[in-house]
């Protein structure tokens, strides 16, 4: 792959070898197809594309000092998707099956995942749409599973460096009985203009308060939400946001770091006490927070001063990462090694 620069990849698409379906049909997936082809081709009446039939995950490949390629925490994307699909009357894509697919799609796609030396990744992107034509409202009959890979760098260009977070009162992603605890494409599209507007205005993303009080933190658009305090890793407990797989990882990755870890509701004005602040995901690893400008209140909350991220983020940054390129010994059990 002598024509990429591994280490200048942003988080973008880039067209890869192969991708791996399976189709679901009378009551069963079939066994898995690879592909070269890029195109899905289906009915013009296909749930996904009126009534929003559409989960997707977001998992990484990493390769290590001595080569081998290691996926992380697989299993919890194919629960998770499962849950995804129970939540808007899917059918549930099989966990077995699911890895698999992982598995496969991967070793197809091997001189796509970036050398251990550029911090990038191979980002998975596994996909479960209903495809069987429906004119009412209801579930399809058919659907699809894919699962395609790309290789990226840092989510936000900044990478580990802090960047500004903004709160809007007038935009909600998702509502507390709604849908903001699985994953599937109305929550983005839902957090589509507010996240333009945040842009426009140069943060890195919204931070979304939770959408009945607004008193409380929420997470980012996507990504989840942390902050610091006493030694102390705290996070939002609530019924709007996706359980992350990453930060249920630094969760325990704090403790072993001696830290305490209180997983609650986050009133706003806490911001003021913590001593970092961070947003965590498998795109945006731990997106350090300079900032949080709070623009119906006309407040700031500052955790960066000297455009650093704070020591604990780095801890748990590095620990993380350690994990993840084998640098450091997979205790929990969450890792998959390939080739
Ligand atoms: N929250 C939202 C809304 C997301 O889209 C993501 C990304 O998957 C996350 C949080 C982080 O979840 P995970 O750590 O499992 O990638
Ligand atoms: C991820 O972290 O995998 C995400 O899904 C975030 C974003 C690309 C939607």
């Not at 942003?10 to 009551?27: E, L």
């Not at 209801?138 to 894919?146: D, G, I, R, S, T």
């Not at 983020?313 to 059990?333: F, N, P, T």
């Amino acid at each position: 792959m002598e024509n990429i620069n591994w280490s200048e990849l942003s988080f973008g698409y880039m067209k890869t070898d192969y991708n791996v379906r399976s189709y679901y049909k009378d009551g069963k997936w079939s066994d898995l197809e690879v592909t070269d082809s890029t195109q899905i081709t289906m009915h013009m009446a296909a749930t996904c594309l009126h009534y929003g039939q559409e989960s997707f995950e977001g998992l990484k490949a990493f390769k290590g000092k001595d080569g081998k390629v290691r996926i992380f925490r697989m299993r919890e994307n194919a629960l998770r998707m499962q849950s995804s699909a129970r939540g808007i009357m899917m059918a549930e894509f099989p966990t077995e099956l699911f890895e698999k697919a992982v598995v496969e799609v991967v070793k197809r796609n091997e001189r796509f995942v970036p050398p251990y030396e550029s911090g990038a990744s191979l980002y998975i992107r596994p996909l479960l749409i209903g495809t069987g034509a429906e004119v009412g409202v209801k579930p399809a009959k058919e659907y699809l599973f894919v699962i395609f890979v790309t290789p990226v760098g840092p989510y936000f260009k900044e990478g580990f460096k802090p960047t500004p977070y903004v709160i809007m009162r007038g935009f909600d992603r998702a509502a507390p009985h709604g849908t903001g605890t699985i994953k599937v494409g109305g929550n983005y599209a839902a957090s589509l203009v507010a996240g333009e507007i945040a842009h426009q205005k140069g943060y890195s993303a919204v931070l979304y308060l939770d959408a009945k009080e607004k008193k409380f933190i929420d997470e980012c658009g996507p990504a989840n939400f942390f902050g610091i305090r006493d030694n102390t890793y705290i996070t939002p407990e609530s019924s709007s946001i996706l359980p992350s797989i990453t930060n249920k990882s630094l969760m325990v990755l704090a403790e072993e770091l001696g830290m305490k870890v209180e997983r609650r509701p986050i009133p706003v004005e806490e911001l003021n006490t913590f001593e970092e602040a961070g947003a965590c995901g498998t795109a945006a690893v731990i997106s350090p927070v300079s900032r949080i400008d709070d623009l119906d209140e006309n407040k700031s909350y500052v955790f960066s001063k000297d455009g650093e991220p704070g020591p604990m983020s780095v801890k748990l940054y590095e620990k993380l990462r350690a994990i993840q390129y084998g640098d450091e010994e997979d205790k929990y059990g969450w890792i998959t090694v390939v080739g």
